[in-house]
């Protein structure tokens, strides 16, 4: 019997696959490396100014120019060509930046104060805009609109509400306040009470005389008493009593009419919305300290980087 042949099998183990090359950690490297690079270009972006932004663009658009001559919005960047000596913000020639001739300037404390008072009589001119229109538009403020006397003066916004021919404010003799001057009072209040400033109430009447009394009260205590109704009547209607800084009965010594002293129009409330010298020198003259100091104008920040604050 012949023997059978012995065939061996080997089996040959494959090889691993390997680590894959590792080009896909290449790839989500650059994919992470661009993506940073996108988000600080928008922070960048969102950060510069318009002016900066500019002088990018005419670098990118022509490199050669803008190094040699400069070009507006270029900000600081050194020109090639010395135009205009050591100020180059002061002449025409060569590289001139226009913000930074504005935002170096030197800004004196009486010249911030000066702003801030424009600031505030133009607060004051848009509360004498918005009370005529409020009258205009408020029926039971239009019937009365030729009692409500508006005027900017020195001091603020005086509001004075007069007495008519045949129309009262008070009963006669009397700090017994009518229901119409009543309404006029509490519409007035919330829009006075808008602003932060203070306020002064005058109380005025006429030159006739106070009928004689043994307790021997007389226009001044009646003008007093009026101008306290008043005040009464405009925190009522919603205004901040804390605003109040005054209160003062007048009787005839400021008349509405100076050439008639009688006439009923001399008979009147005063309100005046008061701006911060003026209530400065109410203060002062009562030997109180004012609380807040005058607010200035806030500027930009890029101007509040590069002002320099000198005395007056």
Known sequence: ????????????????????????????????????????LMWLLGSTDEATKKGIAEYF???YKVSLNGGEGVGDRTSLVQGGGDDLTSKDQG??????????????????ARRAEQMEKEKLEKLKEK??????????????????????????????????????MFKLASSGIEPYAQMILRELAPVINELPNKITINGHTDALPFPANQLGYSNWELSSDRANVARKQLTQGGFNEDKVLRVVGLSSSIPFVAENPTDPMNRRISIIVMNKKAEKQVLEEAGGEQQEPPTLPKMPEN??????ITSP
């Open 1 to 40: 019997m012949a023997e059978q042949p012995i065939i061996i099998k080997k089996i040959k183990k494959k090889g691993g696959h390997g680590h894959h090359g590792g080009a896909w950690k290449v790839a989500y490297a650059d994919f992470v490396t661009a993506m940073m690079a996108f988000f600080l």
């Open 303 to 308: 101007v509040q980087k590069n002002t320099k």
């Open 95 to 112: 590289q001139v930046d226009k913000g930074q001739a504005i935002t170096s300037e030197e800004v004196s404390e009486e010249e911030l």
């Open 131 to 168: 009370i005529q229109e409020m009258v205009q538009a408020n029926p039971n403020l239009n019937e009365y609109k030729e009692q409500i006397r508006l005027e900017s003066t020195p001091e603020g916004l005086k509001i004075q509400v007069v007495d008519a021919k045949n129309r009262p």
């Open 61 to 63: 658009e022509d490199p």
